[in-house]
């Protein structure tokens, strides 16, 4: 008999490990607890054994029924946990997978930065469409027909089977530049103004590191009585420390632009450097940054403002160019190959 409870018992542990679900459980219950289980089987034999043996077979017993009972409640308890689902087959020693947060692209940070810095001294914000009429994107810039400035910029043109507007010259473009914005901000508006345009420009270039065949740009225009020269500077410089940092230095270089006079374009010094020259810089210690003057007459004519009443200043900068420099980023296609091992880093 003792014999025997041994053997019951050294089941009830190896089928006490096969425990896996709700009805190995009921089967264990069946088997060994129930009514007609080997325990209950083994107790029901109690009667015909020897007065003398009875008290320890049936200590016995009773401790093989609560072993039984205790660890049974034990496996049930734990179906279901991390030990059994382990060895139901998913692998917990599996390293977690990583969620990357999504970022914003790093042209878009650098337009929102500049946006910031513009709204922060009352400019406000203001766009135009990416398929212009000549008229928007060159002839009311001052840039008039066969005017050799247009070979400035490689134009898209773009073909308007209905044409029916004979003032638009029967000529679209895919915009060269974001400055053509300024014409229709003007000839919506009353001044004073103050507004910058960002928006996406095309040019029919090759493409290479340095160039590519569209981009961003942000414009700026600032129309109102008696503007100046000194406040273009001081509304660029402001920017520039902003932009880059609070030591930068500007050099404006006079320059030619159809829609200013006098035209600059504006370099800062180049911070990589610090100066002595390096190849970011091609070694001139200076890194363009953007193109500026004050609005010309004609501009003013173009949009039935009062030239004698009112004068303005307006600059033009490459959002590229400016992530390029700020981030020190040596290729322009990197912006539109959307590599997610190169927007990760930003
Ligand atoms: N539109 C010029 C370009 O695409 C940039 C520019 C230069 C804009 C001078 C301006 C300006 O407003 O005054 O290169």
């Given at each position: 008999?003792?014999?025997?409870?041994?053997?019951?018992?050294?089941?009830?542990?190896?089928?006490?490990?096969?425990?896996?679900?709700?009805?190995?459980?009921?089967?264990?219950?069946?088997?060994?607890?129930?009514?007609k289980g080997s325990v209950a089987q083994l107790f029901?034999?109690?009667?015909?054994?020897?007065?003398?043996?009875?008290?320890?077979?049936?200590?016995?017993?009773?401790?093989?029924?609560?072993?039984?009972?205790?660890?049974?409640?034990?496996?049930?308890?734990?179906?279901?946990?991390?030990?059994?689902?382990?060895?139901?087959?998913?692998?917990?020693?599996?390293?977690?997978?990583?969620?990357?947060?999504?970022?914003?692209?790093?042209?878009?940070?650098?337009?929102?930065?500049?946006?910031?810095?513009?709204?922060?001294?009352?400019?406000?914000?203001?766009?135009?469409?990416?398929?212009?009429?000549?008229?928007?994107?060159?002839?009311?810039?001052?840039?008039?027909?066969?005017?050799?400035?247009?070979?400035?910029?490689?134009?898209?043109?773009?073909?308007?089977?209905?044409?029916?507007?004979?003032?638009?010259?029967?000529?679209?473009?895919?915009?060269?530049?974001?400055?053509?914005?300024?014409?229709?901000?003007?000839?919506?508006?009353?001044?004073?103004?103050?507004?910058?345009?960002?928006?996406?420009?095309?040019?029919?270039?090759?493409?290479?590191?340095?160039?590519?065949?569209?981009?961003?740009?942000?414009?700026?225009?600032?129309?109102?009585?008696?503007?100046?020269?000194?406040?273009?500077?001081?509304?660029?410089?402001?920017?520039?420390?902003?932009?880059?940092?609070?030591?930068?230095?500007?050099?404006?270089?006079?320059?030619?632009?159809?829609?200013?006079?006098?035209?600059?374009?504006?370099?800062?010094?180049?911070?990589?450097?610090?100066?002595?020259?390096?190849?970011?810089?091609?070694?001139?210690?200076?890194?363009?940054?953007?193109?500026?003057?004050?609005?010309?007459?004609?501009?003013?004519?173009?949009?039935?403002?009062?030239?004698?009443?009112?004068?303005?200043?307006?600059?033009?900068?490459?959002?590229?160019?400016l992530a390029l420099l700020r981030y020190g980023i040596?290729?322009?296609?990197?912006?539109?190959?959307?590599?997610?091992?190169?927007?990760?880093?930003?």
């Amino acid at each position: 008999m003792q014999e025997e409870i041994q053997k019951v018992k050294d089941e009830a542990t190896a089928s006490l490990r096969e425990i896996r679900t709700q009805e190995d459980a009921e089967n264990f219950r069946l088997r060994f607890l129930s009514r007609k289980g080997s325990v209950a089987q083994l107790f029901d034999r109690l009667k015909d054994i020897p007065k003398e043996d009875k008290p320890a077979l049936g200590k016995a017993l009773n401790e093989l029924r609560s072993f039984v009972e205790s660890e049974f409640d034990a496996a049930r308890g734990s179906i279901g946990s991390t030990a059994s689902r382990e060895t139901a087959g998913i692998d917990l020693s599996i390293p977690g997978r990583k969620r990357y947060l999504g970022r914003k692209h790093p042209l878009t940070q650098t337009a929102e930065e500049i946006k910031r810095i513009f709204t922060g001294i009352g400019f406000g914000i203001a766009d135009g469409p990416e398929i212009e009429d000549d008229y928007h994107n060159f002839e009311a810039l001052n840039f008039p027909p066969d005017h050799p400035a247009r070979d400035m910029q490689d134009t898209f043109f773009v073909k308007n089977p209905a044409q029916k507007d004979a003032n638009q010259n029967g000529k679209y473009v895919l915009r060269t530049h974001t400055s053509g914005v300024q014409i229709r901000v003007m000839e919506n508006n009353k001044p004073p103004l103050r507004v910058i345009m960002p928006g996406r420009v095309y040019r029919n270039e090759a493409i290479s590191a340095r160039s590519y065949c569209l981009f961003h740009q942000v414009e700026g225009l600032y129309v109102d009585k008696n503007v100046s020269l000194a406040e273009l500077k001081g509304t660029i410089s402001y920017f520039a420390k902003e932009f880059f940092n609070a030591e930068a230095k500007l050099r404006f270089r006079p320059s030619y632009f159809p829609f200013t006079e006098p035209s600059a374009e504006v370099d800062v010094n180049c911070f990589i450097c610090g100066g002595k020259g390096c190849k970011i810089c091609k070694y001139s210690g200076w890194l363009e940054i953007m193109g500026c003057g004050m609005v010309d007459p004609n501009v003013f004519k173009f949009v039935k403002y009062d030239d004698h009443e009112v004068s303005g200043f307006a600059f033009g900068m490459g959002i590229e160019r400016l992530a390029l420099l700020r981030y020190g980023i040596d290729d322009i296609r990197l912006f539109f190959e959307n590599d997610i091992r190169f927007l990760n880093q930003f």
